[in-house]
């Protein structure tokens, strides 16, 4: 990548974010636009994939909804995105979770934790 478009990129990025990994439980807000009105939206799953670099690093959060999986993929450095909170680091081995979609209920989809 050229040396410009990597220091436009750069002037892009937020400062404050933390550093969301595989397997992270995260909760995030999302401000959800409605006409001229603005709410706060909370999502909160397990980090599936991550993909990206410098503004464009975006990743996956899957959850499970009456037993029913849903995932959404959110940009890190969106103006959208004003608070992304970790609740647990998960400790994995892969660099994407796919193998967690095959898998159904509480006890299957769990991820272990840091000690």
């Known amino acids: 990548m050229s040396l410009v478009i990597e220091a436009i990129e750069k002037l ?3 400062e404050s974010i933390p550093e ?3 397997g992270d439980s995260v909760r995030v807000s999302i401000v959800i636009l409605e006409g001229k009105k603005q709410r706060i939206q909370k999502f909160e799953g397990v980090v599936v ?14 959850k ?4 029913i999986g849903v995932e959404k993929t959110f940009l890190l450095h ?6 992304v909170e970790i ?4 400790k994995v081995r892969r660099a994407k979770l796919n193998y967690l979609r095959d898998r159904v ?11």
């Open 87 to 90: 609740l647990k680091r998960g």
């Open 105 to 115: 209920g509480v006890k299957a989809t769990r991820v272990k934790t840091k000690a």
């Open 20 to 22: 969301v990994n595989v």
């Open 78 to 83: 969106s103006v959208l995105l004003p608070d």
């Open 64 to 67: 499970i909804i009456d037993k």
């Open 12 to 14: 892009e990025m937020k």
């Open 49 to 62: 994939k991550t993909t990206g670099r410098l503004s464009r690093l975006s990743f996956t959060v899957r």
